[in-house]
């Protein structure tokens, strides 16, 4: 079983800057993918970025270059660095473990998060 609460989110201006932050606990946890998913309302969870437990990091292609994802196994802690926000990334977003192969696909993930809002104004 694994845990994941995730914090950080608020209301930022566009251009502005947030870093997520995601505490996970459970004895499997560095055995999993450690991603970041957002979603507004009325559409799936979009792929935003993945860490893999061997360290490679994939991002979905509208955040690339802009946010950034690290791990720290010691303390079982993911973290999702946003710079350059804009209004169309704001969203709820979902700290999730699993994703095997299919990182990129949200039901391929079998822990979740309940998620923190983040809200960019323009």
């Known amino acids: 079983q694994v845990q994941l609460v995730e914090s950080g989110g608020g209301l930022v201006l566009a251009g502005g800057s947030l870093t997520l932050t995601c505490a996970a606990s459970g004895r499997t946890v560095s055995r999993h993918n450690l991603s970041w998913f957002r979603q507004v309302p009325g559409k799936s969870r979009e792929f935003v970025a993945a860490?893999?437990?061997?360290?490679?990091?994939g991002y979905g292609d509208s955040v690339r270059g802009r946010f950034t994802i690290s791990r720290i196994n010691a303390n079982s802690t993911l973290y999702l660095q946003m710079n350059n926000l804009k209004p169309e990334d704001s969203g709820v977003y979902y700290c999730?473990?699993?994703?095997?192969?299919?990182?990129?696909?949200?039901?391929?993930?079998?822990?979740w998060g309940r998620g923190t809002q983040v809200t960019v104004s323009s």
């Open positions: 999730a473990a699993g994703g095997g192969i299919q990182a990129v696909v949200a039901r391929t993930y079998t822990y």
């Open positions: 860490i893999r437990p061997g360290g490679n990091i």
